[in-house]
């Protein structure tokens, strides 16, 4: 049976952002499906799928489009000639847009929505930026198309129970239509003690010393102000504590040193400098969605401390896996200050981070879980 992969946003793909759920859906599903791929054409990319077809991305003042896809011709033809040159027997597309095209052409083929959060509460945070008018118009497109996604799909798979939950209240729908199936891991082996240090050394930071670490994409304006947090308010708490150093990782972030505060930017492999870390923060104040990021520290181990925003979604107990508070404040700090000098605390909640990875987030699981379902939608 042939899967068709829908990816009507460039940034899937590249290697920041939802771009690993993507990856790793496909990943699970490709041992037991045939799988075509639907992408935006980039020109700059070499793509070394088995079976690839493009369409023309529509731009405005070097902007992507990709929330108009429904109405671009190129994208509409495009998938006309995939349902009539192959047999598709089913179809998943992340992020509401081009679901409701896709649902008019499909010929009768179940269209599974691949919803990477909950668009309207994105939408709220991100365009905080626009003037306000033009914010509202916004805001309301983008529910009105999520809303026609749900309606319009055959099926919703979202990454947790939040999500599932909320797009049940908002627009309405039957909680059979959504299944929850999470986003998770790749097992890597640990490194070695001596791997580490090599690794510290590399990045110019001494083995003796505590490395705090926190990592997104800049360009999110929720990680954005995170960032900001821990420039301007974190991090400068610990500037007397020569032991102590925050470690930021990112796309679009640029690589500087100031104080206590290394920037590294992009990371090719971001397990690698999550395992010569000691603690993981996340100072998230708003958004939607599973922080992804919450799932590499569970899988590297690293004892988390995060607002409640930061772990939504994420099946973390307080005091067990993480500490969570209310907010950025003093609270938070000291709650910094209480894993940095207790050792036997870290490691702790390291074990039970790892525990939890396995249980919940690991790779057979979740993989069980999509193809059982998609074997079920194609029955």
Known sequence: MKILIVRTNRELLNKAGSSHRIT?????????????????????????????????EYFLFGKSLAMFVDLNLGYIRRLKQIYELDDISLTQISFPWG?????????????????????????????????????LVVENYIRFIEWLACKRSSHIITISEVDRDR???????????????????????????????????????????????????Y?????????????????????TNKNVIFVLAGTGLDPFVKNN????????????????????????????????????????GLPIISTRKGAEGINLENNTHAIIVDDINEKFIKCIEYLCNDFNERRRLSENCRQLALNEYGWDNISRKINTLYFMLTR
Do not use: W
Request: aromatic share 10%; glycine share 4%; net charge positive.
């Open 24 to 56: 790793q859906l496909t990943d699970m599903l490709s041992s037991n499906f045939e799988l075509v791929y639907l992408n935006p054409r980039l020109r700059d990319c070499e793509h070394t799928k088995k079976k690839e077809y493009y369409f023309e």
């Open 219 to 239: 360009t999110h304006p929720p990680n954005r102000e995170a960032f900001d947090l821990i420039l301007n308010y974190i991090a400068p708490k610990f500037e």
């Open 261 to 300: 505060i290394k920037s590294v930017g992009y990371v090719e492999d971001i397990f690698e400098l999550l395992q010569i870390a000691d603690i993981a923060i996340v100072p998230i104040r708003e958004g939607s969605g599973v922080r992804m990021k919450i799932i590499d520290y569970l899988t590297a």
């Open 167 to 217: 797009l049940v209240k908002l627009y309405s729908i039957n909680c059979s239509k959504i299944s929850v199936i999470p986003t998770g891991f790749y097992k890597k082996l640990p490194l070695s003690d001596d791997a580490k240090k090599y690794i510290r050394l590399r990045y110019g930071i001494n083995a003796g010393m505590i490395v705090i670490v926190f990592h997104g994409s």
């Open 99 to 135: 679901v409701v095209a896709a649902s008019f052409v499909s010929k009768k083929s179940p269209i599974v929505y691949d919803a990477i959060g909950v668009e309207k509460d994105f939408a709220k945070v991100s365009t905080k930026s626009l003037p306000k008018i033009m914010g």
